[in-house]
């Protein structure tokens, strides 16, 4: 794109930036020691401090915690499957004010995870009750790639627990316009 030439989809966007991506969510389930048994015995992860508690607690841990890479799995939406092709395979609705419906609205339907990078400040342990929010990082200028035109949005979620962060996580995805795969670059 020239220098001079404005972008209006991508101008449209920019008051998203900074601002909250939804509302605040809190998970369904506290932190349990089933859904853990699920998550080690699906990776076969038989770190004891997940499921042996006499191994725990003579750990630094002290007691059962759970594999930090659960951190987002906890506050996932139970999905409703009805509809969930017309959602492009989100498991909800997806809120009107924000730069995904946006852009989906602009023609950007295509959606690309491209991303993710998530930080560990403490283990969860069960019982403990993870609450996120999401916020826009940044959305790029139009970008043009193999799979065609589109922007790259960039979100963090902050998880807590009793109002103490417990970890991030950014999450990065490409929504381009599917009619313009093969573009010239």
Not at 41 to 59: G, H
Not at 145 to 164: A, M, P
């Amino acid at each position: 794109m020239a220098a001079a030439e404005t972008d209006e989809v991508r101008e449209g966007l920019e008051h998203f930036v900074g601002k909250p991506m939804g509302p605040p969510i809190v998970a369904p389930d506290p932190v349990n020691v089933p859904m853990i048994r699920h998550w080690v015995d699906a990776l076969d992860d038989r770190n004891p401090v997940y499921l042996d508690e006499a191994a725990a607690q003579r750990s630094r841990f002290g007691g059962l915690v759970a594999p930090p890479a659960m951190l987002q799995a906890w506050t996932m939406a139970r999905p409703k499957i009805e509809g969930i092709a017309e959602r492009g395979g989100a498991p909800m609705e997806i809120r009107q004010d924000n730069p995904i419906s946006a852009l989906n609205a602009a023609g950007f339907s295509g959606t690309l995870a491209t991303n993710s990078e998530l930080e560990f400040v403490r283990y969860l342990r069960p019982g403990d009750q993870l609450h996120a929010t999401n916020a826009i990082d940044s959305i790029s200028a139009k970008k043009t790639t193999g799979l065609g035109q589109g922007y790259f949005v960039t979100w963090v979620t902050t998880y807590t627990v009793d109002g103490e962060v417990v970890g991030r996580q950014l999450f990065r995805v490409f929504k381009f316009d599917p009619r313009t795969i093969g573009a010239p670059r």
